[in-house]
């Protein structure tokens, strides 16, 4: 008797919580937004020349400091969100050519923009 209560209990409490609905926050576009830039290789300007590839088109992307208690402006947050716009371009490599800090103004305290080319490389 004892052995089947040892075997039924956890039986019973599985299947008592198999009725329960759960939902959650997790978004599958969060995820597939979070790995764009992953798809998209850096490309040094000198590496071009041993590459075959197609310039898709001019990329930017930039990162801003809105307030005073937000991070600074950074480079890389404004060539990973380049990255990104270059991915949305269905482009799997970027070739940067300048990222420039632009002086504080009213809507962002600390600003730095990057500049690109979206390619498609040819394996």
């Known amino acids: 008797m004892i052995r089947f209560l040892f075997i ?20 599958e576009k969060n995820f597939v937004q ?16 041993n590459l075959d590839y197609e310039v898709i088109g001019a990329v930017d992307g930039s990162s801003c400091q809105k307030n005073e208690n937000d991070l600074p402006a950074s480079e890389r947050e404004a060539r990973t969100k380049a990255r990104v716009n270059a991915a949305n371009m269905h482009a799997n490599g970027i070739v940067f050519q300048t990222c420039l800090t632009i002086k504080p103004d009213k809507t962002c305290l600390s600003n730095i923009i990057c500049y690109g080319r979206a390619l498609d490389v040819i394996p």
């Open 8 to 27: 039924s209990l956890p039986l019973l409490f599985i299947s008592a919580c198999s009725h329960f609905d759960y939902s959650t926050n997790v978004d």
């Open 34 to 49: 979070y790995f764009k830039p992953s798809q998209v290789v850096v490309y040094q300007k000198s590496a071009l020349k």
